[in-house]
């Protein structure tokens, strides 16, 4: 079954994969979600870390080729330097911790690293949580899999219901009741279609 939008939303476009309590979440998320909900809700958490910037693409090192070690709260670079904490600030919402070192301008692999004087990593304070689901994901790499054959069918045949125009509504308030009635109308079709229509009523009445 599909998941309304206020559940959607609360878990991130997270949804179920089977019959087993986990989620397999989208990529769209704001991940302060899995913080909030996963560790008393009793539910496995399946989340792929965001890899928002393009520097990889530009042949440069990624945020990933820097390691993070916990005890000193310190990371290391591909050189081998450390780049020391410096000061936090929020930005969109989200504190972040600043780290960099003073020893990128003699470093033999800046133009690999960056651009500028040095290279500055940032690190949300909720960072270690999404540390800990991505190496839950890398252990299981099929539950992504799951989600793609579970998960895309149900929103692919609503796109089709919707037709060209998608939603007929505007403000996020109004999308948000239409994509819910939406929602309510495939999950109906979709029990009537397993139990039936007098399995529906008898489970209502129920």
Known sequence: MCFAPSQAQHWDRGYCVGRKPCRAASRRRELVTVR????????????????????????????????????????????????????????????????????????????????????????????????????????????????????EHPFGTIKSWMGSTHFQMKTLKHVGTEMALHVLAYNMKRVMHILGVGGLMEAIRA
């Not at 990371?75 to 969109?92: F, K, M, P, S, V």
């Not at 999404?130 to 890398?138: F, I, S």
């Open 36 to 151: 909030r909900f996963a560790p008393n809700s009793g539910i496995t958490v399946y989340l792929p870390k965001p890899m928002t910037s393009g520097i990889n693409a530009k042949g440069r090192f990624g945020k990933r080729d820097f390691v993070y070690v916990a005890e000193d709260d310190v990371y290391l670079c591909a050189a081998g330097e450390r780049l020391t904490y410096h000061y936090t600030n929020e930005e969109d919402g989200k504190t972040l911790r600043r780290y960099w070192t003073t020893a990128c301008q003699a470093c033999a692999l800046k133009s690999k690293c960056t651009t500028g004087k040095e290279r500055r990593i940032s690190r949300w304070e909720h960072e270690a949580v999404l540390e800990a689901v991505q190496a839950r994901l890398d252990r299981n790499p099929d539950k992504m899999r799951l989600r793609r054959q579970t998960v």
